[in-house]
């Protein structure tokens, strides 16, 4: 059993060691004896709040810094993931905990009866060649917030880079440096003043200078008149309402431009409600974000008004509020971006019952492609269960239009399927970067969500080839718009076509949600080396556990070959359990016995000493 | 009982030297035992309902006495010979009763296949090994610690080892009293070689059964017998003292057949004990004039009851769901919700002294007695808001003070507040507000936040009470809260926002206004250690509790700060449609599904 220490059980001595530099502290600790060795590093914001992250390096786990000598460079998997608390399960389900007939019972299993612990990077060795492949090697816990609600990094990391993480719930953005892995430090934090004017962070896509632009879905932190950097003023609704915003963040966390994502006037005001109303309607209200530099543009997609009005016991639900637009933004300066073109997604052929699992609600997730010759990009809608594409991004009024619905795909794991995409909780989008294939995570719908008679949708990961769709250019014909076509795919040659679907076994109320592409391959030369040819993903099955989708905790490693068929990396497996996927469901950290943990996003990262 | 029958002729020097004591010994031992009437696995608690089925109850009552009998009589072969013909019958068809019962838990109630068939094996294997004594002594210890075991689960140390020692010492008894009821004409023989073992057996029993009971905090109030535990408990001291009775009225003409009868009587109270174990135990006795969270039995259902501030006058109830309560024959009052806290409440006048809370659901009816004792509670308890001041007295009892609610927070106004309302009014003169309106009650805390925060607005210029005003600061109590919260979804939102006071940051309240997105002004963070903490602590203490800003001033019972005031943006963010995900409950946080977050850097001070 391995023996840790952690800074809450055990006061150990600190060399403190100096550096005040940027108005950031570090502070060094190593514990004789112990098999975690503790390395804390600070910053200072600029209201003087304090804010840490803390290293828990497993020290048998052999794996070396970049930065010290006989290193072996390293691949690693850097997983945001949010401790799982008391605050995640009902009150309900605590009191209604059955009673054993026999005194065997699971012991401390999830720890949901704890108080918060803290959120955390866990740094994961990726190096399939190495003896601790899969193993968790560092827990970085970020402090004092607790309760950030861990939601997204950036989508791909490059030479260079920080990692970008933000908070849901606290409306925090982290900038974590990477240059030490598996050790992180902490090089800065946005707050929520630092962002006035939008609110809720959800995703970051990293620049070459290796600043990043995010998206607040939310509205102002408070409600009335918000000026924004570039000196535009939009009247907001507050904190997880309307409009959203796009921030520039610098690799000190600090804001360098935050742009409103609404139009100066008003848009739709049926399609784009907001509560309480709005002088101007928008529905800007972004969530996933990617940006083709050498194009100047930066799509983000409408996802919803984030403010919980769904439950709300008086007011029906309104279809609406799951947004339909895609947005392009022209970031030819980049800390002043333009916001040219508001897309709406078009209805296609499925008449469904609930108006909120028609096509076009919930546009979550948008992906660029990304070779030269090519200037298109796709969308997906969450609640829609589709895959929308554009073949020309720079132009002033893009087309879109339907290319894929899941149903398609879940058919491949239910030919008896109902409903394939409504409301299938579409997620996770990307491109690979030789823009041949593209891949798309669904969390699926459980059995009985919509009635007893739902036998639910497939939870999945599926990939698509999309070589024919993007050679035919702006004169694409693919168009899902026969009803047969939800079904069995586009009529059209040019459509995309299905490549592989890997079912995920999930029995919880989530399934597969986000994932990320490995970019990286090790050259002859032991170090390693960026590619477009991308043999393996990583995914990760959890939501958001208070939305009521939550996820079985897993990050899974799948491997991709030449022809895009997607297999489970049965050699990526639980240090604990001994199976597939590292399982986040655990007692035990190198941070300490705080349980169960919730794996939101995750990204491959090498140090830039590894990379060449 | 055989172990003070000291009857015939042939009596011993042991038991002759126990004679002169022999009546009291007896009353003690079977008070004693009346007292420690929840066997040693027959736990209860204030904050779990659970009420098992009756089969799981049948069952489980026949595999403890069974298993009891045989184990114990393989234990006794240490010091009596091989039993009778008929006292193997006995044990033949109860090791039979017995292994049957361990094998049926398993597909029926989740027993592990690997203990319960290994428990059934020894439990057979006792009864093969009859003639051999150290075969049967061993086999015999190991089932005891067995049961001794299974019945103790889910104690402490202390508890485990009572529990364990209780349960092998009742198998030992009651073994054996089935040994001597069937020893035939050796029954004066059997008795006198067992009596040092059952002498001893009686002795842990006892010691391990008060230790229980203190352990329990069960007395012996009157409180249980008005409930089905107290029920048992009386009909199990009968058996007991009959047993008692029996073996001295027929002391000198005993027969054989009186001991089966005694025998009888005491398995009859062991399987009473065991029935114990599914049976709700009866609330601890009330502390006088303290506030009262207690589970109460209402037919299968149990309950969870708080009563506050459990005084002379007006008391607010909470029920763990919709039911009807009241004290004495001024008849009975339906629960319902109240503005700002979670739960189902109702307001009960209380006596002075002892009385009795009636909690009706259906046809079915609870009792619980309280002790309101002589001293009032604060008037404020007379108010629409008393709910506020409840939950201060449980964020007392979560924190296990003993301090006593003198006074509620609608009576006074705190520094804090006023601090954190007068910077609010601030900031928002420096956003350009221009007007407020603001909305109070008749309370005192509300009428000195009005007069203050119009004093300071008017200071600023800004107009107090227009109509269609640009901001709104709700100062009120909870209901006055809850109102206008309602009444602002019919209406526009002001433009810049709608604040609200520190004390109506409570998950009921934002709740109402999830459309809105309010502003709350507080000196502490809600998802900060202190507070998380207090939110833990109430969510263990008991399912029915709301975190509140006053109540987690008295958890934590600090003086006020102002250092570190900070507009909080309360929102429910449940980013998905209901059809996707499954609905969820109130989860144990400040605003489950939601998220309270600092927008502002603290606000400077006027």
């Known amino acids: 059993m391995q023996r840790h220490v952690s800074l809450r059980r055990r006061p150990v001595p600190y060399l403190a060691l100096l550096g005040v530099a940027a108005g950031v502290l570090v502070g060094i600790s190593h514990s004789a004896g112990a098999s975690t060795t503790l390395v804390r590093s600070s910053f200072a914001a600029k209201d003087g709040r304090t804010f840490s992250v803390t290293n828990h390096l497993v020290t048998n786990a052999n794996v070396s810094t970049a930065s010290s000598a006989g290193h072996r460079p390293h691949e690693w998997l850097v997983v945001w993931a949010g401790d799982a608390n008391a605050a995640d399960s009902t009150g309900a389900s605590i009191s209604h905990t059955p009673l054993a007939v026999n005194p065997v019972r699971a012991q401390a299993i999830d720890g949901k009866d704890a108080p918060p612990g803290p959120d955390f990077l866990a740094v994961i060795d990726a190096d399939r060649d190495s003896a601790t492949y899969g193993k968790v090697v560092n827990t970085a816990t970020v402090g004092p917030l607790v309760e950030n609600e861990p939601h997204h990094m950036q989508y791909i990391f490059h030479k260079g880079d920080s990692i970008f993480a933000g908070g849901l719930y606290s409306d925090v953005t982290y900038v974590f440096d990477v240059k030490k892995l598996p050790q992180l430090s902490l090089s800065g934090v946005n707050q929520p003043t630092d962002t006035p004017c939008g609110s809720i962070p959800d995703a970051y896509w990293v620049l070459k200078d290796h600043t990043a632009y995010g998206t607040y879905m939310g509205g102002p932190d408070v409600p009335g008149p918000c000026q924004y950097t570039d000196g535009q003023t939009r009247i907001g609704n507050g904190f997880g309402g309307s409009p959203g915003s796009i921030v520039h963040v610098g690799t000190d966390g600090s804001t360098l431009s935050e742009t409103p994502a609404a139009l100066p006037t008003s848009e739709d005001p049926v399609q784009c409600i907001n509560y309480p109303v709005l002088p101007q309607a928008t529905c800007a209200n972004p969530h996933g974000i990617q940006v083709r530099e050498d194009l100047n543009r930066l799509v983000a997609s409408d996802y919803a008004e984030p403010r919980n009005i769904v439950l709300d016991p008086v007011k029906p639900q309104d279809a609406n509020l799951f947004r339909n637009t895609v947005r392009i933004f022209d970031i030819s300066k980049r800390n002043d971006p333009r916001l040219v073109s508001v897309s709406t997604m078009p209805d296609g052929p499925r008449v469904e019952r609930n108006p909120g699992h028609e096509e076009p609600r919930g546009i979550m997730e948008a992906t660029v492609t990304n070779l030269p010759g090519h200037k298109g990009a796709f969308a997906e809608s969450m609640c829609g269960g589709v895959i929308y594409y554009t073949p020309d991004i720079t132009l002033a009024k893009p087309k879109w239009r339907e290319v894929f619905d899941d149903t398609r795909a879940a058919r491949q794991v239910d030919p008896e399927v109902t409903e394939g995409g409504g409301c299938d909780g579409g997620g996770w989008l990307q491109t690979s970067l030789d823009d041949k294939y593209l891949y798309h995570a669904v969390i699926g719908r459980s059995p009985g969500s919509l009635d007893t008679y739902d036998t639910g949708s497939a939870k999945m990961v599926y990939t698509l080839d999309i070589a024919k769709l993007l050679e035919s250019g702006r004169s694409t014909t693919c168009s899902i718009d026969h009803i047969s076509e939800v079904y069995d795919g586009g009529a059209e040659s040019d459509c995309p076509t299905l490549t592989s679907v890997l079912p995920v076994k999930d029995l919880t109320s989530g399934g597969p949600h986000w994932g990320t592409l490995d970019n990286f391959v090790r050259g002859s030369d032991g170090y390693f080396h960026e590619t477009r040819d991308v043999q393996r993903i990583a995914i990760s099955d959890y939501f958001v556990a208070r939305t009521g989708v939550d996820g079985d905790h897993k990050v899974c490693m799948v491997n991709v070959d030449g022809e895009g068929h997607l297999t489970l990396d049965r050699s990526f497996r639980d240090e604990n359990e001994g199976t597939p996927c590292v399982d986040f469901n655990r007692t035990s950290w190198p941070h300490g016995d705080y349980g169960n943990a919730k794996p939101h996003s995750e990204l491959f990262v090498v140090s830039d000493a590894d990379l060449r | ?606």
């Not at chain 2, 066997?39 to 089925?53: I, K, L, M, Q, R």
């Not at chain 2, 203190?214 to 017998?225: N, Y």
């Open chain 2, 1 to 606: 009982m055989p172990t003070f029958a000291d009857q015939g002729s042939g009596r011993s020097r042991v038991n002759a030297r126990l004679r002169p004591a022999r009546l009291v010994a007896s009353l003690i031992l079977t008070s004693t035992f009346t007292l420690a009437a929840p066997p040693a696995w027959a736990h209860g608690s204030d904050t779990v309902a659970v009420t098992p089925s009756i089969w799981y109850a049948a069952l489980r009552c026949l595999i403890l006495l069974t298993t009891a009998v045989v184990a114990g009589s393989a234990l006794l072969r240490l010091v009596l010979p091989a039993p009778t013909a008929n006292g193997h019958r006995l044990l033949v068809g109860a090791a039979a009763v017995a292994a049957a019962g361990d094998l049926i838990a398993v597909p029926t109630y989740g027993a592990m296949p690997a203990l319960a068939t290994a428990q059934a094996a020894v439990t057979l294997g006792c009864v093969q090994a009859r003639s051999s004594r150290t075969a049967s002594t061993g086999l015999g210890a190991i089932v005891v610690l067995l049961v001794a075991w299974e019945a103790a689960a889910g104690h402490g140390p202390v508890g485990l080892l009572a529990a364990m020692l209780h349960t092998a010492a009742a198998c030992v008894w009651v073994a054996a009293a089935c040994r001597v009821a069937t020893s035939g004409r050796a029954w004066r023989n059997t008795m006198r070689r067992s009596a040092a073992p059952v002498v001893l057996a009686s002795v842990v029993v006892a010691v391990s059964g008060v230790a229980q009971a203190r352990l329990d905090h069960l007395t012996a109030s009157p409180i249980g017998w008005r409930t089905l535990f107290g029920t048992l408990v009386l009909v199990k001291a009968g058996a007991l003292i009959g047993a008692v009775g029996l073996a001295l009225a027929s002391r000198r003409r005993i027969a054989n057949g009186g001991m089966r009868l005694e025998a009888a009587l005491l398995a009859l109270a062991v399987v009473l004990g065991a029935s114990l174990a599914v049976v709700p135990t009866p609330p601890a006795t009330a502390e006088t004039g303290r506030p009262l969270l207690r589970v109460v039995s209402v037919g299968h259902h149990a309950l969870q009851v708080f009563v506050s501030p459990q005084r002379p006058g007006w008391n607010v109830v909470q029920v763990g769901a919709s039911a009807r309560v009241g004290v004495g024959r001024s008849g009975l009052t339906s629960t319902h919700p109240l503005p700002g806290v979670n739960g189902q409440w109702a307001r009960v006048w209380l006596p002075a002294g002892h009385s009795w809370l009636t909690v009706e659901q259906g046809s079915k009816r609870g009792q619980l007695q309280l002790d309101a004792g002589q001293q009032p509670g604060p008037t404020a308890f007379a108010s629409a808001d008393a709910a506020e001041c409840a939950e201060v007295s449980r964020a007392l009892l979560a924190r296990r003070s003993d301090a006593t609610v003198r006074s509620c927070p609608t009576d006074a106004l705190r520094p804090d507040d006023l601090q954190a309302l007068t910077r609010t009014v601030e900031f928002l003169r420096v956003r350009g507000v221009r007007s407020i309106h603001v909305v109070s009650d008749a309370s005192s805390r509300s009428l000195a936040a009005r007069q203050n925060v119009q004093i300071i607005a008017r200071a600023g210029a800004m107009v107090v009470d227009q109509p269609g005003a640009d901001a709104e600061l709700v100062v009120s109590g909870w209901s006055g809260a809850a109102a206008e919260l309602e009444a602002l979804r019919g209406r526009p939102a002001p433009e810049f926002g709608v604040y609200l006071a520190p004390w109506l940051l409570t998950a009921p309240l934002i709740s109402r206004a999830s459309s809105v997105a309010t502003l709350t002004p507080l000196p502490f963070d809600p998802q900060g250690a202190a507070a998380t903490d207090y939110v833990s602590h109430l969510s263990h203490l008991s399912s029915g509790g709301t975190p509140t800003p006053s109540g987690f001033a008295a958890y934590q019972d600090l003086p006020d700060s102002t250092a570190d005031i900070r507009l909080y943006a309360s929102a429910l963010v449940s980013v998905l449609p209901t059809s996707l995900g499954h609905a969820h409950g109130g989860a144990a946080s400040w605003l489950p599904g939601g998220a309270i977050t600092a927008v502002s850097a603290p606000l400077a001070p006027d």
